[in-house]
């Protein structure tokens, strides 16, 4: 094997290839020739490293420097300053928001220092087309530990004793799943990976699948061995198109190497991997929707039971989990299950990946033991809200969880601890909010995209869902009274226990941890008529503040009702009456002059 | 994009099912296939034209209600042609708390499109998504696969009249 005496890594994440990455990756590889450095210095092309904000990212190993926003025209000085002289370029490093400070090493970025990444552990690391790189860093060890030395029994008594439980959503024992499955009478049994990853706001089975799609694979290899299945899918959304791309590849490389298909290893267990492309629908993220997609049905759930493990794809023994779950059965082979159980808290073991998003310094995906506080994740990993703006909120889990404020923020992040609070894990979603962020219309949000996505097939989610909406609507109109917050609450509870699926069961989780938490701001709404956030329009009005207003004219040219008038270097006013609540003016304004209120 | 261009460039696709028979024959008409074979037929013309939704039924022996409701149950499938150029704005959480509102009105008067529609030159279709799993780039919109972050509505505006520029100048070589 050829040795380097320095890597180079070039992010090829969605975020960073947007920010041409792959145009970055061809100027480095224009210089490092043109230097005679393609024997000494390797370019490699990895998945995401988390931090897309400060993308397109390149890293340089064996320092670990990480620059950041990385142009194509930076690649020559990187390679003739850093790679030739030895000379780190500074205006590229990472700056700490609070302080200025650069941090030149990958590792010391407050970012990363408190995660703990296993299922993320190669991704940003590998070039996940190489299916080598994957096998350098351990992978299919456990395959081959599983096959060469281990029953399907003990397989499966491994998984149980790491206590992992699904990352899906519900959080059902994983090891105890894949017994019902394995002891299910009907041949033959069938595997699947839900990679449907449809909550709007996450993204971190996309980053498996895009980084290192080799450990799915192996994780369900092993699945399929222990619990006796010989044919498996994937079922992967079609929004994601690198993900698929990718995974097609690994499976063909797989195949190529005699880890897929018949005799695997050469020995006699046989598996056959298939991959499905969802085709937009959230409600096919549910188990038993999903298997009616997958067999080119409408992806419409059934009533449980039978569950899937009794009668799953095409009335057989099925086994369904989640991406993250899967790969984390690779490292709990290999390093045991003891060592799994010893991260987390006494009922949620292992790590858990979060999507951190919305308005937070560091957005990106954060690996962390279960049992970390909310608090410690927002603003130590995360750098706390941007812009000297207050902290609102955290959304947690998606359409299917809730919202916490300010005083649940040392929760531990386990399983219970949030369903009790009111949110849910759920696949890992956590959008934060600061107080421009309006309650009533985060509701509103979600419970549309609910009402959106009802497959229309039992009448509480259906009919239920658009009646709370017609309430919500109303409130942030300004038409609501009292008696709604009443009303809400009472609908919700007959949609959560009458619904048919977990869709319409926890659709109005995110009107009732509102209610729950920020009932005030519903108040705001009805009785003073009033937004505390200003987003609600019909509730707003747009005001010229004349001692700041320089009378530039921007305001009144790019308005498009000729609402705003006023003499050229004299302060401007609006028309209310004909003003329509677009907010042009407002973000045209250099001077901020103008306001919502 | 391959997709589009063969919609522009074969305006009278229906004359034979030759297209879709391969389609049909590479997945054995099997009626478990049927997701597939209606994502490559939109993949072959662009959408997927009523007449091919009834020959698919024909051939994989389903009833064309049954075809229809698969195709009409998943956003993926549009029964209609699409625009040369497809702008997907994401409409997500983290998205939507960062302003994509704005970006989705700003669009519209842009295009004078509202989602769902195609500007009547056929180049621009409008279209929103859940969530296109670049939440840390939010608010983001995504053209013909690039996905453009951290959008302001003058950001997007620009992004759109380069667009546009470009349509129109292709248009003159050919
Ligand atoms: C409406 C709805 C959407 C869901 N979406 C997903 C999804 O996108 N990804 C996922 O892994 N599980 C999703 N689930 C959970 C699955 O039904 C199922 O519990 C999970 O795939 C089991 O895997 P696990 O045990 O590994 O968590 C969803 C459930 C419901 C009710
Ligand atoms: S919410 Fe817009 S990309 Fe995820």
């Keep these: 094997m050829q040795l380097f005496r320095a890597h180079v890594l070039v992010c090829g994440g969605t975020g960073c290839t947007s920010g041409g990455s792959q145009e970055i990756r061809a100027r480095l590889e224009r210089e490092i020739q043109a230097n005679n450095l393609e024997n000494e210095v390797k370019l490699v092309i990895t998945g995401c490293h988390g931090l897309c904000e400060m993308g397109p990212l390149v890293i340089v190993y064996p320092e670990g420097t990480m620059y950041t926003h990385v142009q194509p025209d930076d690649a020559a000085e990187i390679v003739s300053e850093h790679l030739l002289k030895g000379r780190i370029v500074q205006r590229l490093l990472y700056k700490e928001p609070m302080t200025e400070e650069q941090v030149p090493h990958y590792g010391d970025l407050p970012f990363y220092k408190k995660q703990h990444r296993v299922v993320l552990s190669n991704c940003g690391y590998i070039n996940p087309e190489v299916l080598e790189e994957y096998i350098a860093r351990d992978g299919y060890a456990a395959l081959a530990k599983c096959l060469g030395e281990m029953t399907p029994e003990e397989v499966i008594e491994e998984v149980k004793k790491s206590g992992l439980r699904g990352r899906g959503g519900a959080g059902f024992p994983t090891g105890l799943k894949w017994s019902f499955c394995r002891n299910a009478p009907g041949e033959p049994k069938y595997v699947v990976c839900n990679a449907d990853e449809g909550d709007p706001g996450a993204f971190m089975d996309r980053s498996v699948l895009e980084g290192d799609p080799h450990r799915l694979i192996e994780g369900m290899l092993i699945g399929a061995y222990a619990i006796g299945a010989s044919e498996g899918y994937i079922y992967c959304r079609a929004e994601y198109p690198l993900a698929v791309k990718r995974l097609k590849l690994a499976m063909k490389q797989a195949e190529e190497a005699g880890l897929l298909g018949d005799n695997i290893l050469g020995t006699d267990f046989s598996f056959h991997l298939h991959l499905k492309e969802g085709a937009g629908a959230f409600v096919c993220g549910e188990e038993t929707a999903l298997m009616a997609s997958i067999m080119g049905e409408r992806g419409m759930p059934r009533p449980r039971p039978p569950f899937p493990a009794n009668s799953g794809l095409w009335g057989k023994p099925t086994n369904i989990n989640n991406v993250e779950t899967w790969a984390n059965i690779p490292d709990i082979i290999r390093r045991g299950g003891e060592w799994f159980a010893s991260m987390g808290t006494e009922k949620s073991k292992g790590t858990k990946v979060f999507a951190l998003t919305g308005k937070v310094q560091n957005t990106g995906l954060v690996e962390v033991p279960m049992g970390i506080t909310l608090r410690e994740i927002i603003f130590e990993i995360g750098g706390g809200v941007p812009n000297g703006k207050k902290f609102k909120a955290v959304q947690i889990g998606g359409p299917s969880g809730g919202c916490l404020p300010e005083s649940q923020l040392d929760l531990s992040v386990d399983y219970e601890s949030l369903t009790a609070a009111g949110a849910i894990v759920g696949s890992g979603g956590l959008v934060v909010m600061d107080e421009d962020t309006c309650i009533v219309d985060v509701a509103r949000f979600f419970l549309s995209f609910t009402r959106a996505e009802s497959c229309g097939k039992c009448t509480p989610c259906r009919e239920g869902i658009k009646r709370m909406l017609e309430v919500l609507d109303r409130i942030a109109n300004g038409e609501g009274k009292m008696e709604d917050l009443e009303l809400l609450e009472r609908t919700a509870l007959v949609i959560k226990n009458t619904a048919l699926c977990g869709l319409g069961q926890t659709a109005p989780n995110p009107i009732l941890s509102t209610l729950r938490y920020f009932r005030d701001e519903y108040v705001a709404h009805i009785q003073d008529k009033k937004c505390p956030a200003g987003v609600c329009t019909n509730l707003l009005t747009y005001s010229i503040q004349p001692e700041l207003c320089r009378g530039c004219t921007a305001c009144a040219k790019v308005c498009p009702v000729g609402a705003i008038s006023g003499e050229i270097k004299k302060p401007h006013v609006i028309d209310t009456e004909k003003c329509i609540k677009c907010g042009a003016c407002m973000e045209k304004c250099r001077f901020g002059a103008i306001t919502l209120g | ?174």
């Design chain 2, 1 to 174: 994009m391959s997709t589009q261009e063969v919609a522009i460039k074969d305006p009278a696709p229906m004359s034979s099912f030759s297209k879709v028979d391969a389609i049909l024959a590479r997945h054995h008409y099997a009626p478990g296939a049927l997701i597939s074979i209606l994502q490559e037929t939109q993949e072959e013309y662009g959408y997927v034209p009523p007449e091919v939704l009834n020959h698919i039924a024909k051939k994989t022996r389903l009833r064309p209600a049954h075809v229809y409701g698969v195709a009409t149950f998943y956003t993926q499938f549009r029964l209609e042609p699409l625009g040369k150029q497809i702008i997907t704005v994401c409409q997500g959480t983290a998205c939507h708390v960062n302003g994509s509102e704005m970006i989705l009105a700003a669009i519209a008067e842009e295009l004078g499109l509202q989602p769902g529609e195609t500007t009547p030159d056929g180049q621009f279709t409008l279209e929103t998504v859940a969530c296109l799993g670049c939440c840390g780039l939010a608010p983001v919109m995504m053209i013909d696969g690039t996905a453009y972050g951290q959008l302001t509505p003058d950001k997007t505006r620009r992004v759109l009249n380069d667009l546009k520029t470009k349509a129109a100048q292709t248009k003159k070589k050919a």
